[in-house]
């Protein structure tokens, strides 16, 4: 499908474990007055003065969490790195630094992975990030990637996912599914490719599904926007695994329940219009889906008119008695139980 364009292929045994990374970090430059020392010596320094530090790491295997054949070695980088920085927002903090470690197998010449790195470098420009430090090796199979993010935020300010009370609104910011949405089309056009390799993939249709699945973007406008609102929420996470289980994991650690409202949950009509085509429910794709990188938050019914009409949240409804349970109320005001099948990367089938 989407062909590897670099003819020359210099061999990573060429360069030797430093000269690749001096290669591939060579261009990067430091961005926050928390980085006192990136690459370069044993271990990176970090001042914080005063502010609560945030440490967050993800793992991204070749073959479980992402495919070669569709997704570009840049839109990897980058997407590697949205992936902890959302994490990183999601405690209501700035993200300043990441370490990227990866293991690749001799399939990888240095051209894909300047590819990879290429992406990892704008995410850390768009984001404002330093690259400090991280390790390099050979695997047996594959590409292995971890990124490990490190953030700060005042003491006051940190959000956990324990703080929502009953009556609190539950709020998503952006729409949800269409990432999802986005992998079951490249994930088509794969097994159209695989039978006919002369066909070329025709994604104008969804073109805003396919940005969502392969170019996510961490939402630390919302950190901002919403200390510019001056509201604190009471409970956060981001979307990772889809909207369900994200609001099972608020209610069990603050030991509430919650209603959530079918019409309200937001989608974008893209979504809606290649769900009827996948002949899928688009209620069931925004609960499970996954990979949206939105914030889901609650806040107290006070600040409701610091946000009211703003077009980045949308209340979805709002939190309850623990006794209550949590329950999704559909369409024909019926209220059925919540569960959590989003996607489950233990569970790789
Ligand atoms: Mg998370």
Same mark, same amino acid.
């Given at each position: 499908m989407l062909k590897d364009k670099n003819e020359q292929r210099t061999s990573l045994s060429e360069l030797g474990e430093f000269g690749l990374i001096n290669h591939l970090t060579k261009y990067f430059t430091i961005n926050c007055e928390s980085t006192e020392k990136a690459i370069g010596d044993d271990a990176?320094?970090?001042?914080? $003065?005063g502010k609560q530090?945030?440490?967050?790491?993800?793992?991204?295997?070749?073959?479980?969490?992402? !495919?070669?054949? *569709?997704?570009?070695?840049k839109h990897l980088g980058y997407k590697a790195v949205m992936v902890n920085l959302s994490?990183? *927002?999601?405690?209501?903090?700035?993200?300043?630094?990441?370490?990227? $470690?990866?293991?690749?197998?001799?399939?990888?010449?240095?051209?894909?992975?300047e590819e990879l790195y290429a992406g990892i470098q704008l995410a850390c420009k768009n984001y404002n990030i330093d690259l400090i430090g991280g390790d390099t090796t050979s695997s047996t199979k594959g590409m292995l990637l971890s990124i490990t993010a490190i953030?700060?935020?005042?003491?006051?300010?940190?959000?956990?996912?324990?703080?929502a009370k009953p009556n609190d609104l539950l709020i998503v910011t952006g729409d949800l599914g269409s990432a999802y949405l986005g992998l079951q089309v490249l994930e088509r056009e794969k097994q159209v490719f695989k039978v006919n390799p002369n066909s070329q993939p025709?994604?104008?249709?969804?073109? *805003?599904?396919?940005?969502?699945?392969?170019?996510?973007?961490?939402?630390?406008d919302i950190v901002k926007l919403l200390? !510019?609102?001056?509201?604190?929420?009471?409970?956060?996470?981001?979307?990772? !695994?889809?909207? $369900?289980?994200?609001?099972?994991?608020i209610c069990s650690q603050s030991e509430v329940g919650c209603n959530l409202y079918e019409e309200k949950?937001?989608?974008?009509?893209?979504?809606? $219009?290649?769900?009827? &085509?996948?002949?899928?429910?688009?209620?069931?794709?925004?609960?499970?889906?996954? &990979?949206?990188?939105?914030?889901?938050?609650?806040?107290?019914?006070?600040?409701?008119?610091?946000?009211?009409?703003?077009?980045?949240?949308?209340?979805?409804?709002?939190?309850?008695?623990?006794?209550?349970?949590?329950?999704?109320?559909?369409?024909?005001?019926?209220?059925?139980?919540?569960?959590?099948?989003?996607?489950?990367?233990?569970?790789?089938?």
């Open positions: 990176a320094v970090l001042e914080f $003065s530090v945030l440490v967050t790491t993800d793992l991204l295997v070749e073959g479980v969490h992402f !495919d070669l054949s *569709y997704m570009p070695l994490d990183v *927002y999601a405690m209501n903090g700035t993200a300043s630094q990441i370490t990227v $470690s990866m293991a690749v197998s001799n399939r990888f010449p240095l051209e894909a992975l953030g700060e935020a005042e003491k006051k300010d940190v959000v956990y996912r324990n703080g025709d994604l104008a249709n969804y073109s *805003y599904l396919v940005e969502r699945q392969l170019k996510p973007e961490a939402r630390k200390k !510019d609102l001056e509201v604190k929420p009471t409970s956060m996470i981001d979307i990772s !695994d889809g909207l $369900s289980s994200e609001i099972l994991h949950i937001p989608l974008d009509p893209q979504m809606i $219009s290649t769900c009827e &085509e996948f002949n899928i429910d688009s209620t069931t794709v925004a609960l499970s889906g996954g &990979e949206d990188y939105e914030l889901l938050f609650t806040i107290s019914q006070e600040d409701f008119p610091k946000i009211k009409g703003n077009p980045n949240f949308t209340v979805i409804g709002h939190m309850t008695d623990k006794t209550e349970g949590a329950n999704l109320v559909t369409r024909a005001n019926q209220k059925v139980e919540l569960t959590a099948q989003g996607w489950n990367s233990l569970s790789n089938d």
